[in-house]
């Protein structure tokens, strides 16, 4: 076996594997700093391996397109990666309104998973939206819509499929919406438990209540956030379930 018939196959795996690695690098549970590189080149790679059998053999059309190819196989990666993120933002995004309204936003810290402060109650949500996505088994939906991209946009024909790109600002919109959706009763009770210490503390301003209204914003908004999380996240499992069909608008660029 020579080298010119190894050579289309060779370059299919490697196109292949820079979408896998485009991929990987934005899904929250590989992506992450915590994840080692290694780690995540390696899953990357046993994808690549399993899915190359399903491409046609690439022949090398010359560097600069080469190198185009390349490129776009990596934003096509990276963008299947955003459509995930993005599904899972508005839990975050929720968890963080949420947050600032109980003050938490004197307790930011920084997180490790995108080394950005974030809100304790930001991270929870992400962390049971994620839990959530592992649950109904996300991963695979994921690796299916990795598979169907490989039929809908063949490696080496990414760029003149550029309009994906432009399906990832609907989702967006939709994920900033859902996440207020979710932190609307901790808004709404925190706003009518802080109208109600004004009118105490005008009323009695011997009293001193805002002293105590740390924490009482804090029980509340706990207390709202707990009672409400379960049907809020039905939300979020909804997107998870829709998964399929956002990797496909992405992919097909319709």
Not at 26 to 41: A, H, I, K
Not at 67 to 79: C, D, K, P, R, T
Not at 224 to 253: C, E, F, K, Q
Request: glycine fraction near 10%.
């Amino acid at each position: 076996m020579t080298l010119a018939v190894v050579m289309p196959y060779l370059l299919a795996f490697c196109l292949v594997l820079i979408r896998c690695s485009g991929l990987f690098m934005m899904v929250p549970t590989l992506g992450g700093e915590l994840v080692p590189v290694r780690m995540r080149g390696a899953v990357a790679a046993t994808v690549a391996v399993v899915l190359t059998p399903m491409v046609e053999p690439v022949t090398c059309p010359g560097l600069l397109m080469l190198f185009l190819a390349a490129a776009g196989e990596l934003l096509m990666g990276v963008a299947m990666g955003l459509v995930v993120r993005l599904v899972l933002l508005s839990a975050e995004l929720a968890g963080e309104v949420a947050g600032m309204q109980m003050g938490f936003a004197f307790n930011r810290v920084a997180d490790p998973l995108t080394r950005e402060p974030a809100a304790v109650t930001s991270r929870m949500l992400g962390i049971i939206a994620l839990l959530l996505f592992l649950a109904i088994d996300g991963h695979h939906i994921l690796l299916a819509g990795l598979s169907g991209s490989l039929r809908e946009a063949p490696v080496g024909t990414v760029l003149p499929r550029a309009s994906y790109a432009a399906n990832l600002f609907p989702l967006l919109s939709l994920a900033m919406t859902s996440g207020l959706r979710i932190a609307a009763p901790v808004m709404i009770a925190l706003l009518l438990t802080n109208c109600a210490i004004g009118l105490l503390a005008r009323a009695a301003p011997q009293l001193n209540l805002f002293i105590f209204a740390f924490g009482i914003t804090i029980a509340i908004g706990m207390l709202m956030l707990t009672t409400s999380v379960g049907p809020s996240l039905n939300m979020v499992l909804g997107h998870i379930r829709r998964l399929p069909d956002y990797l496909t608008a992405v992919v097909a660029g319709g």
